[in-house]
């Protein structure tokens, strides 16, 4: 039992805004995370799954409302379609079924947690996330995740449409298991060179990050050729820590082993494809 | 507070704390098939279905739950009879200590609902988040399968060889 | 009297009707159908919640405990401290008496000696009060400099763990030596000097979390007659309820009832003396569920140990000489620390008969770490990790196939060991010849069904993955010879049916299934004709409980001559009624027939006895002690796929091979075989303790220690022989532990295959792999 006063469904984002910026104040989505916070004097937590933020709309933008879960990485034709299959693919390494049918994408994104997946992946996407704080915005994820606040309540997701091949990659010791290090590459190829790319690494243990030289080294190569010595660029570049689960020494190591095995995929389903 | 909600078609009114979870608020009304086991939803001892989709109780505000509908391993033998896939558990010998498995019926009930012909690597998959102690997980595989078998009626009840041996 | 026991040499099984046969488990009904059968599932009203305060030092004096604040919380009950509880050494270590582990715990101390180490008991009306309570506590410690590196527990100037007086059959306080032991056969040094190839090696086993789903919880009350009573989750009743006399002086009750997993980690008093010491102190009934991360951090682990190995053969493959020299880390306190160590010899040392000298010894030290006890395997999973692995290096040096080299020098049937009658648990041992052993099928049948020989002739590198293949021998016990006793009573019902109480404790292995199956053999009838009932001290016969791989064969054999005895009374019974001799009546079916064709039901036979004939009740009880402890045996063979770009590896396929006697139900020993197995992956790949650097676990829930999960696993094969141990019930030995003893070897053995890298530690991880390849 979480020691809390009050648990509170508001009907609105703007009386959910209002309540959140009281101090001891928790949002709650799926309530996963919240759940296992060890806080004492919480006043209230605020549950959001009461302002709908579920649907899934497709139009410039693919917008996902904040409180989808992430089974419909899976289950909704509409994301599990996605850049050659991308969310389904990596929602399997995701947690649990149990894990995948309450976890919001909206919670995943505002605990930033350093070792999400899901942040890896929608920033490999290059999406937009949107919140309210007392007016609705939308940031590239990559800056809500370094300027993003507790009070404002993240609405919504938006993925670009694109035609990049996307791989995902996890390290963890058990198959059920937060990652060592994560990696997303994203890959827009011409004639089998690489004319975008974007590459992001996470649970560093630090939260994921875009590792800009890497992209800038890919720009104009060509894919098949390119793999071992972006491989060993991203070990030099990548910036990792240590802690109980590996050595930064090794998570560089990781870095270069999962970016291979993502460009290596890329490369064989672009084959396929074309 | 005071929610309401059914478990196992049956309705609760119950007065509740405001961070009370779930598996908690179950096991006060009596439906202690539902285990603490980690509670830091790593294990699935808990599991029980929301709206036909298992989810961890030890995770889940009850408050959270209110107007919902909840389904424990109580509510998957009918008139005492067990269910197909408890009797595979039961025969293939999958259970030994038997703490996991009320989590584990929840979970391949709702597996065998979405995917009547699951291969064993995607039963392993939708269960991955069920650990289990005892039995290394191969009998827990074989139940299953058979099980699905069963419910797409492909094998009779009792038809399985002996299980010496590989 | 015709009963199903034959005579059968240990090559032929005897057909059997009920045992070899697999019947769903007795227990299992309402286990799946989720009934309330686990210990927190009862409902005890007017239950005061027990929670212990914890010490956040890994080693302090406690200065003094101010629980004022607590007290003034409405609900809180009392809050009791090492002044409020007897100061009587004892050992928490469920083991016979006398134990042979130091009396050097109280049920709380002035002294904490790790980090999670008891401090007070709290009982207060409801669970959030009495952590708020807990909170309210205020404690003044004296911290003290603390050993958490266990190879450096016995250096000079080392913190002292064990200063108290009154503590007793500790080896040497003054240097933190819990234990010692050793022993020699022969000259190893004079063997060493003689052999042609000689391999020495330095092997590692790690601390292990016993991670069985159910917390330690206990629940104490007061019957209506004022009789102490304990519903516990334990695997050992008739010792708790033995040293609740023995630290409390007052007499209980202890309840088993279904147990959601042991593996050794319930063989020891944990909750038991913290609800008593409340119900005592209240006169109400207390509960104590511990949370996941106190089963983590406060119960036991198993003993991680150090050793090094030394052995040598002549260039022609025969093995002369072994020698061990181990270290094991007991913790704060030396529950098993004797016992376990000594395991690691005596149950690995004999499979190598042929060897001429052979010299086993070391300490067991205490460090400021969670105590260590009893886990599946006892020991002979760290001693055979360095055994069998080092046999490995020497067949590999000799250039020859492993499988070949170990076959060659291990044990046969109609041979013995000197070091049976040596090496016991915390005493000499028991001389015994072996009667069945059939290691040699299991390694050479195993290697066909494995295709090893093919296997071994493939590339091991293929792009960025490499294969190898891993083979370990081990052997284990059944039963602590001379020491472990088993009762069971049967009384017949006036329907037919029986009741069979045993004091065996099944904590979910389906020994009560087995025994059911062993009494329905004997008296001709079915498994659904038992009513097992297990386990009770107020009601059951004794049992030493469930440990030492012996319920099978110990609980079995009792379960045996209770039924046999059973049976002669029914016979003598019949013979009265129907008046006609015994020796023209034999059993069928649940009836006496006669030759003559005439026949009674058991139904028959005990109503009239209940109402109209001779009135009696048929009840038997009986109880088995042995002086042997046949080993099963058992050859494993790992293939691995290791990720060479991240060191990963990955076990794609486990083949166990098991001569266990007599299965007497074969998916139940199949599934004590994979479960072990698993447990077994779990030590050599996953799983970790890892402490920070004031010694506290940060590795203290499923989210940080990674037990296998389903897709971590695969292809987890078993195989049983053709074996028959003429001593066993219906010819059945151990299972449960031995399939603990193989994957750390097999796994490593194989890695070598696969890298050429030896590594000597577990767990094997990955950046360990990654590195010594890339080194």
Known sequence: ?274 | MRVEFKVNGKRHSVEIEAGELLVETLRRLGYKSVKHACDTASCGACSVQLDGLPVLSCRTFTAAVDGHEITTVEGFSKEGALSVVQSALLEEGAVQCGFCIPGLVVTAEALLNENPEPTEEEIKTYLNGNLCRCTGYESQTRAIKKAAEIRRGTLHRNANAQGDGI | MRTSNAKVSSNNRTKFNVVDTPVPKVDGYALVKGKTVFTDDFNIPNALTVKILRSPHAHAIIKSVDASKALELEGVICVLTHEDVPRVAYTRAGQGYPEPSPYDTFVLDKKVRYVGDAVAIVAAETEEIANRALKLIKVDYEVLPAVLDYEHAKDDGAPVIHDEPEISGAYDVSHNIASHYEMHIEDVEEELAKSDVVVEGTYYTPNQSHAMMEPHTAISYFDPNGRLTIISSTQVPYHVRRIIRHVFGVESRVIKPRIGGGFGGKQAVHVEAYVTAVTLKTGRPARCVYTREETMTASNTRHAMRFKVRVGASKSGELRVIDMEGLSNTGAYGEHALTTFMVAGSKTLPLYNKVKAVRFKGDIVYTNTEPAGAFRGYGAPQGMFALDCALDELANKLGMDPIEFKLKNSIREGETSPVFKVMGEGREGVEQIIQSCKIEECALEGAKLFDWYEKKKKPRINGTKARGYGVAFAMQGSSIPAIDMGGATIKMNDDGTFNLMVGATDLGTGSDTILAQIAAEVLHTTTDKFIVYSSDTDVTPFDKGAYASSTTYVSGNATKRAAEKMAQEILKAASEIMNEPVDSLHLENGQVVSENGTSLTYSEIQTKLFYTFKQRQLEVTESFVSEVSPPPYMVSFAEVEIDLETGKVEVVEFLNYVDCGTPINPKLARGQVEGATAQGIGMALYEEHVLDKNGRMVTNDFFTYKIPARKDLKNIKVKFAQSYEPTGPFGAKSVSEIGLDTPGPAIANAIFDAIGVRLRKLPIKSEEVFFALNS
């Open chain 1, 1 to 274: 039992m979480l020691e809390v006063k009050e648990y509170l469904k508001p009907k609105t984002v703007e009386e959910a805004y209002e309540l959140g910026i009281l101090p001891n104040s928790l949002y709650v989505s799926g309530g996963l995370i919240a759940a296992q916070l060890k806080i004492s004097h919480l006043e209230r937590l605020i549950d959001l799954k009461s302002l709908k933020m579920d649907e899934i709309e497709e139009g410039e933008f693919v917008k996902i409302g904040a409180n989808t879960k992430l089974a419909a990485f899976m289950k909704n034709p509409t994301l599990s379609k996605l850049n050659n299959g991308f969310l389904e693919k990596s929602a399997r390494e995701i947690g649990s079924t149990q894990i995948r049918n309450m976890a919001t994408v909206g919670g995943s994104m505002a605990f930033k947690l350093g070792w999400s997946d899901v942040i890896t992946i929608f920033m490999t996407m290059k999406s937009q996330i949107e919140f309210y704080d007392g007016g609705f915005q939308r940031v590239p994820l990559e800056n809500y995740i370094k300027n993003g606040k507790r009070t404002q309540i993240v609405t919504a997701v938006y993925l670009p449409k694109s035609t990049h091949f996307m791989a995902f990659e996890k390290f963890a010791k058990s198959t059920f298991d937060i990652a060592t290090l994560n990696l997303g590459a994203a890959i827009l190829l011409e004639n089998g060179v690489v004319k975008d790319a974007t590459i992001v690494v996470g649970s560093r243990p630090m939260i994921s990050e875009r590792i800009r030289e890497v992209e800038e080294f890919l720009k104009g190569k060509e894919l098949s050729n390119s793999i071992e010595e972006a491989a060993k660029l991203i070990e030099k570049v990548v910036k990792v820590g240590t802690d109980m689960r590996a050595s930064a020494e090794y998570r560089k190591v990781l870095a270069g082993a999962l970016l291979k095995k993502a460009m290596r995929r890329i490369y064989h389903e672009s084959g396929i494809q074309s």
